[in-house]
T-cell receptor
Framework: GQNIDQPTEMTATEGAIVQINCTYQ??????LFWYQQHAGEAPTFLSY????GLEEKGRFSSFLSRSKGYSYLLLKELQMKDSASYLC?????????????FGTGTRLTIIP | GAGVSQSPRYKVAKRGQDVALRCDPI?????LFWYQQALGQGPEFLTY????????KSGLPSDRFFAERPEGSVSTLKIQRTQQEDSAVYLC??????????????FGEGSWLTVV
């Protein structure tokens, strides 16, 4: 089976830094995605990691360690609009197919 | 279009009614996915198309669910004899792999189905 774990809820202060962790145990691995989802809206792509290491993109960075089955999303200089759910997803398909398995999401609340 | 387009945006169906949800992927995207998302949960995989071929339908919850993509572009997810447990957001997504092997999967805004 597939197992993707991330905290259910987190709270952080405007202007601060927050790290959202994700651990996974999956039968296959073709890369790990982070998505942002505001209530009532579609998930929006944030990052994709397939090799170990840190990918930086503006205020958002994502890290992957395949040997540890671990990733994190780092958000810097938090803004109120960053209040959303953050979804960790692993592409678990084989043989050239694609299949994203999602965690339940981390609901992040930014407070002034 | 610029993004993945889904219709209807909202649908209320009476229990037992059939519904059809449409997805128009990003132009040129080979891969198309359908996901089901219950309130407060992450999306759950339903089915995957590569062009017109349905390569994986392992996530379809019952034989009441059927998806097609006959010409390799627009896709339709059909739910027959809807039940209350079918109430969810149905998300469509499409992707195009990059030459370097990277991948970005884009989601539509979803079709919100409520079965009463």
């Amino acid at each position: 089976g597939q197992n993707i774990d991330q905290p259910t809820e987190m709270t952080a202060t405007e202007g601060a830094i927050v790290q959202i962790n994700c651990t996974y145990q999956t039968s296959g691995f073709n890369g790990l995605f982070w998505y942002q989802q505001h209530a009532g809206e579609a998930p929006t792509f944030l990052s994709y990691n397939v090799l170990d290491g840190l990918e930086e993109k503006g205020r958002f960075s994502s890290f992957l360690s395949r040997s540890k089955g671990y990733s994190y999303l780092l958000l810097k200089e938090l803004q109120m609009k960053d209040s959303a759910s953050y979804l960790c997803a692993v592409d678990v398909a084989n043989f050239g197919n694609e299949k994203l398995t999602f965690g339940t999401g981390t609901r992040l609340t930014i407070i002034p | 279009g610029a993004g993945v387009s889904q219709s209807p945006r909202y649908k209320v169906a009476k229990r037992g009614q059939d519904v059809a949800l449409r997805c128009d992927p990003i132009s040129g995207h080979v891969s198309l996915f359908w996901y089901q998302q219950a309130l407060g949960q992450g999306p759950e995989f339903l089915t995957y198309f590569q062009n017109e071929a349905q390569l994986d339908k392992s996530g379809l919850p019952s034989d009441r669910f059927f998806a097609e993509r006959p010409e390799g572009s627009v896709s339709t997810l059909k739910i027959q004899r809807t039940q209350q447990e079918d109430s969810a957001v149905y998300l469509c997504a499409s992707s195009a792999r990059t030459p370097e092997g990277g991948n970005t999967i884009y989601f539509g805004e979803g079709s919100w189905l409520t079965v009463v």
